[in-house]
């Protein structure tokens, strides 16, 4: 009897104290706090990403203290799992948790982060499940584990809560809610120890901007990679290849790159990693003969091996338990794995000018992929393994292009927290128009990028619809992988269609300036309104209060918003889908104007636009300044001097940040770059004129003439 209530308060000590252990905070960046809980593992997401902090732009973000109390955050193991507990006020909101196609508003959600291909549910099954989330207070967290983490994003009340919900009585009282109000987020992590990161604000965005700076800050895309891309049918050949290139020539299709799909290659699923000879008889001359047109190569593969393969007989050893489409699975942690794999794309591929990659089938479905209890000679177990493996394929291969010295522009199908800078964008094979453009809102806060890629569509308006928002979006793209479709493939829309991917191509200081942002600064190019300075979210009023109505833009803002977003500093995009012919845009505080028009469009408020087919509605905040150039068909070559038409809009002088460099290489994490601003002014007579600094001598210069437009008259 003594033994056992001995026991009980054992027990009950234990509870008490393995569900209250602070956390001790040590400040590794300004304004970013690890904390350490148990034995975190030896491997994990920042590992697996192998990004270096950059910690000197982390200190140039306004400095701000621990956002939380400290003593409101608990962590503790027990039974092998580590539990974690975030405090969560009344009126928070929560964002991210990772490429969420369907739901930008995370509170109250429960989700298992678990790297998958999407399966048409919110639940935390996705191509990045991203351990990170940001609060509409101003401060972000991070778990550093590659585990499947489950979360509970304030749904979970314990009876000790700070402010616990009022019981209600069911039967007679109509608040009753299924859902009674919860005032944390809480984790249970499948590991003894965890890393767990706190990013200060003061605003939401400064937390984002901290987080993908800690993980090294977004990539630099080369300026061709933000030009148009085509993926071709999969069993074309090079003469194929060749004729279609010079097709979007004739027509006068922008176009820089072309993607290959499984059919370049002499086996596919599993992959033998080199050329098909039939289909590409003379790999090196085609390469050449392309980018001699200008139209750089990138090749698709998955990384599952067959038998075939040259260098078959040399990785097996270095290959997980399991087979993927009865290919082995190389595993990327075993340094020898990553030569013999990597030698071989090296030398078959790269040395001969293949300018990227897309990697495909690196996130799941399990039914395809290696199952949990799968091995791998590394000793990474085979859940960290499928957390992670997308972002070891992205790094190695994109270290492959470091040698030589060039940048990569890839695609990619997996990546996770830690693999913020690697230089791929996520697609996938969903293609639910809305929800791409939900997911184009979420990958501003899981450190990705996404593309909401064109495939086919059943109308030339669907087609139109479709493709205006993938020029707005980090790759412009065609994946006709199947279907075969070219951009003048429905005849209604060609010239829009035309237009369109001219516009992209007119842009490209603008969007190559605003991914040196992700890189230097950390400011994600896409995102959502809830990071826009100017946006407020408005509370939900009680039932009963009139209040809402009577203010549209805090009944519009009340709700979730997950069809329109920012590209860039300046510029709201507001996509409309099939059928639509009008559409609400709520505008944020400030004045904002049509980009086409300049005319004055809002401030603070909710219009109803209806543009036509031929238009996607595009607003730029007052003051918004775009530089752009002329349509050209291809991206401008390393050093190539292009001309600047700057568009300024509204009414407020301003200035704008132009970033400048070779375009090409990596010589601007040498210093071999620079920012040159652009300033807009009134004179003293009330006009407007525009300057840009003159060129630093030693520095990069790719600008030519300079004229100013004001658009708004
Ligand atoms: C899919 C991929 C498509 C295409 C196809 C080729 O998994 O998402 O974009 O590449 O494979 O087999």
């Known amino acids: 009897m003594k033994l056992q209530r001995l ?115 919110d639940n935390g099954r996705t191509h990045a499940p991203t351990p990170f989330y940001v609060s509409s207070k101003g401060y972000g967290v991070f778990v550093n584990s590659a585990r499947y983490i489950n979360v509970y994003a304030g749904s979970g009340i314990r009876k000790n809560a700070k402010t616990p919900p009022v019981e209600k009585d069911r039967n007679t009282d109509k608040s009753w809610a299924s859902r009674p109000y919860s005032d944390a987020v809480e984790m249970l992590v499948p590991a003894a120890g965890v890393e767990v990161y706190v990013f200060a604000g003061p605003t939401p965005m400064d937390a984002v901007k901290r987080f993908n700076l800690f993980n090294g800050g977004g990539p630099l895309p080369p300026r061709w990679g933000l030009g148009f891309t085509q993926r071709v049918k999969s069993l074309y050949t090079s003469d194929e290849v060749a004729k279609e290139v010079d097709l979007f020539e004739e027509k006068g299709f922008p176009l820089d790159f072309v993607g290959l799909e499984p059919g370049w290659q002499s086996k596919a699923y599993p992959g033998t990693f080199e050329w098909d000879k039939k289909r590409y008889p003379q790999p090196e001359k085609f390469v050449k003969q392309m980018l001699d047109k200008g139209i750089r190569l990138n090749l698709w593969i998955n990384p599952y091996v067959s038998k075939s393969a040259p260098f078959y007989p040399a990785i097996k050893p270095y290959t997980g338990s399991h087979t993927v489409w009865v290919g082995e699975v190389p595993d990327f942690n075993v340094p020898q794995a990553r030569k013999i794999f990597f030698d071989q794309l090296q030398k078959d591929q790269v040395n001969i000018g293949v300018s990227g990659y897309k990697i495909d089938e690196v996130d799941g479905y399990d039914h395809y992929l290696w199952p949990d209890v799968a091995t791998f000679p590394s000793g990474i177990s085979a859940e960290q393994m499928r957390q992670t493996y997308g972002m070891l394929a992205m790094r190695y291969s994109a270290d492959m292009y ?232 291809h991206a401008p070559k390393a050093g190539e001097k292009v001309d600047l038409e700057i568009r300024h809009y509204g009414t407020a002088a301003s200035t704008y940040n132009l970033y400048d460099d070779d375009g090409e290489t990596y010589n601007y994490e040498k210093g071999d770059y620079s920012w040159r601003q652009i300033k807009v002014t009134r004179d003293a007579s009330g006009n407007l004129a525009g300057t840009i600094a003159d060129a630093q001598a030693g520095k990069p210069n790719t600008v030519g003439n300079v004229t100013f437009k004001f658009m708004t008259k």
């Open 402 to 633: 470091r040698k030589q010295n060039k940048r990569t522009y890839g695609l990619v199908r997996a990546n996770n927290g830690g693999g913020v800078s690697l230089p791929y964008v996520i697609y996938n094979d969903y293609y639910n128009h809305q929800d791409f453009i939900t997911a184009l809102i979420n990958s501003g806060t899981a450190g990705v990028l996404w593309t909401p890629e064109v495939r086919a569509s059943k109308t030339g308006e669907e087609w139109l619809r479709r493709f205006q928002t993938v020029i707005f979006s980090p790759m412009a793209m065609i994946n006709a992988w199947s279907s075969g479709t070219k951009p003048w493939s429905y005849p209604e829309v060609a010239d829009q269609v035309k237009e369109l991917a001219l516009l992209r191509m007119q842009m490209m200081p603008y969007w190559y300036s605003e991914f040196a942002k992700y890189h230097f600064e950390g400011t994600p190019p896409f995102r959502g309104m809830a990071l826009e300075a100017g946006f407020k979210q408005e509370v939900k009023k009680e039932a009963g209060s009139t209040n809402l109505e009577e203010n549209p833009y805090a009944e519009a803002t009340s709700k979730e918003i997950k069809d329109q977003y920012m590209a860039g500093e300046y510029l709201l995009v507001a996509p409309l889908f099939m059928g639509d012919t009008t559409r609400k845009v709520i505008l944020p505080k400030g004045k904002w104007y049509d980009f086409y028009t300049g005319a004055f469009a809002g401030d603070g408020s909710v219009i109803t636009v209806t543009p036509g087919l031929n238009k996607i509605p595009v607003y730029v905040k007052d003051g918004g300044i775009i530089p752009m150039m002329k349509p050209m068909l």
């Open 7 to 121: 026991l009980l308060i054992a027990l009950l000590l234990s509870t008490t104290f393995s569900l209250s252990a602070q956390i001790k905070w040590t400040q590794v960046a300004p304004g970013v706090w690890k904390g350490i809980i148990g034995k975190p593992e030896a491997y994990d997401l920042v590992k697996a990403g192998g990004a270096k902090a950059n910690t000197a732009a982390i200190a140039k973000i306004t400095a701000a203290q621990f956002p939380l109390m400290q003593g409101d955050i608990l962590g503790a193991v027990k039974d092998g799992k580590t539990t974690l507990r975030f405090p969560l006020d009344k009126e928070e909101q929560l964002y991210g948790f990772g490429l969420n196609f369907q739901s930008v508003h995370q509170r109250g959600k429960i989700l298992q982060l678990h790297v998958d291909h999407y399966g048409g549910k």
